[in-house]
Every structure is written in C-alpha cells, then in structure tokens.
C-alpha cells in the first residue's frame, strides 16, 4: 500500500507512478487528467517551456500505452482525457469531446487543444480562453509551475460540464491545477504525480487562499 504524500481538507496527493497507485484507488465520480501526449518533445517552444535538454523532454513526454488508459478510465464514474486527438486509438470512440480554443492568434502555435470524454449524451462544447505566452485570459503575472500547464479556469469548466460531481482524480497531476480547481468549486480530489517537485508546487497552490482574484 502506497502511502500519501499529502493527504488534508478532502485532497490527497500520492508522489508516486499512478500504474502503482490505481490500483489501489476508490472509484471518484470524475477522472479529469492531461497525460503526456508523446509528442511535444520535439517541439522546440516545448524544450523551451521545460527548461531542460531534448532527452529529459523526450524522457518525460511519453504516451501512456492502452493498460494505462483503461486502468485511468476504470477509476472514474465518467472522465474527461486532454489529448484525446493523440490518444484517440486507447480512448476509442468519442460522442462529446471537449475543445479549448486558446485563441492565439495567427502565429505558429495550435490553435487549441481536444479532450475526449465517456459523455454518452450532448455534443461537442467549446471553451474559449486566450492562453499564449504573457497573453492570458486569466492568471496574467502568475508564474507557470509546469511546462504544460493548463489554466484553472478551463479544469474548473470541465469539471462543469461533467455534471454533478463530488469526487475528482488526476493522475497525471503535475503542478496541480485539477485540484486547485476542485478547490475552488468546494469539491474533493485525489492527485497522483511521480516527480516530487510538482507535488510540493501542488502543496503550495493548495494552501493558496483562492485564485478567484487572479482570474479574469
């Protein structure tokens, strides 16, 4: 039995491999996650945004096989995947995928990212949030504590979109931001994050007040 890195106030964080950790999780109403997409190394904004040579981006950047993607959707009541487009064939077929138009402009970034979800009634939603450099539709001057790091705002929709829900797990945590969403909709969730750097910067945005002041 893997013990918790954190655990406090509904919110647990294993430090730990989530293919260790599953297993051994309660089902939550909701898996909302942004697990590397095997990709984004090669991209030379992406070396940029890490902070570190091309073999330790390559080295974290790797898509989890098919065995992980079921045991992720197994933990979950219904879930929500970012990278559905490059998880596609592992997370089959898809009736209400989530778009988030990161309205960048013309320039040579993507123009926005897919989730794909296990809604099995609605239709594609789109969520519209500027997020490109030091341009920001929320959290402009809060520093980034991870490479691909998302905004609350947009955790904080799909949360929304899932319905009623009490419970969110994430286990490609990173720096936090599905629970720091959670936090701030008075909901419960459990993070899983193999380097320990990110779960200490989770800790941290945990024990934040709020970040409502610093959304647009």
């Known amino acids: 039995m893997i013990e918790p890195y954190y655990n406090e106030d509904g919110f647990t964080i ?20 942004d697990p590397p997409y095997g ?5 030379t904004g ?8 091309w073999q330790a981006a390559k080295a974290w950047d790797v898509k989890p096989d098919s065995d992980l993607i079921d045991l992720i959707k197994q933990r979950g009541r219904c879930w929500i995947v970012w990278g559905g487009n490059y998880l596609a ?18 320039n040579k970034f993507a123009d ?5 979800t296990s809604f099995q009634t609605g239709t594609l939603r789109i969520f519209r949030h500027q997020w490109c450099g030091s341009f920001k539709a929320s959290e402009r001057g809060v520093k980034n504590y991870h ?21 969110i797990l994430d286990p490609f945590m990173g720096s936090g931001t599905t629970l720091r969403a959670a936090k701030d909709l008075g909901l419960k969730a459990i993070g899983v994050e193999i380097e320990k750097k990110y ?12 970040l409502l002041s610093q959304m647009a």
């Open 89 to 106: 064939g592992s997370l089959g077929d898809c009736k209400a995928p989530l778009i988030w138009d990161k309205e960048t402009g013309a």
């Open 39 to 43: 990709l984004e190394w090669k991209s």
């Open 112 to 116: 926005g990212e897919m989730a794909f």
């Open 46 to 53: 992406f070396q940029q945004n890490f902070k570190t040579d």
């Open 14 to 33: 294993y430090n730990a491999d989530c293919r260790d950790v599953l297993p051994q999780l309660e089902m939550v109403d909701l898996v909302l996650t």
């Open 199 to 210: 779960c200490d910067m989770a800790i941290e945005r945990l024990r934040q007040q709020s």
């Open 147 to 167: 490479p691909t790091q998302k905004p609350v705002a947009l955790m904080k929709w799909c949360i929304q979109q899932a319905g009623d829900v009490q419970t």
